[in-house]
């Protein structure tokens, strides 16, 4: 059972800078990949960034140059490192790991992040 601990969310103008946690209870090996998805009201659900076992990354078109993704595998913690914050990033942002051996995945409760004016 693989547990998801987010923090980091809130209120941000647009323009600045937001850092999302998301803590793991499980060792960073036991995990394929793992990433943060976001959906926003009336929008579907998108994916927008994903880091492998092996440190590969991947982003939505809409949010590259702006957010990193990054784990500290001492603290089995994955990080999503955004900045230059537009409007269109207010959305509500989950936290997922894929478990490594049998691709269970888990899903952390929500972070709402908005961005205002």
């Known amino acids: 059972q693989v547990q998801l601990v987010e923090s980091g969310g809130g209120l941000v103008q647009a323009g600045g800078s937001l850092r999302l946690s998301c803590a793991v209870s499980?060792?960073?090996?036991?995990?394929?990949?793992m990433g943060w998805y976001r959906q926003a009201p009336g929008k579907q659900r998108e994916l927008v960034a994903t880091?492998?076992?092996?440190?590969?990354?991947n982003y939505a078109d809409s949010v590259k140059g702006r957010f990193t993704i990054s784990r500290e595998n001492a603290k089995a913690t994955v990080y999503l490192q955004m900045n230059s914050l537009k409007l269109e990033d207010t959305a509500v942002y989950y936290c997922?790991?894929?478990?490594?051996?049998?691709?269970?995945?888990?899903w952390g409760q929500g972070t709402q992040v908005t961005v205002s004016s």
């Open positions: 880091i492998t076992r092996f440190g590969n990354t």
């Open positions: 997922y790991v894929e478990r490594y051996g049998d691709s269970v995945t888990s």
């Open positions: 499980v060792s960073i090996f036991s995990i394929n990949d």
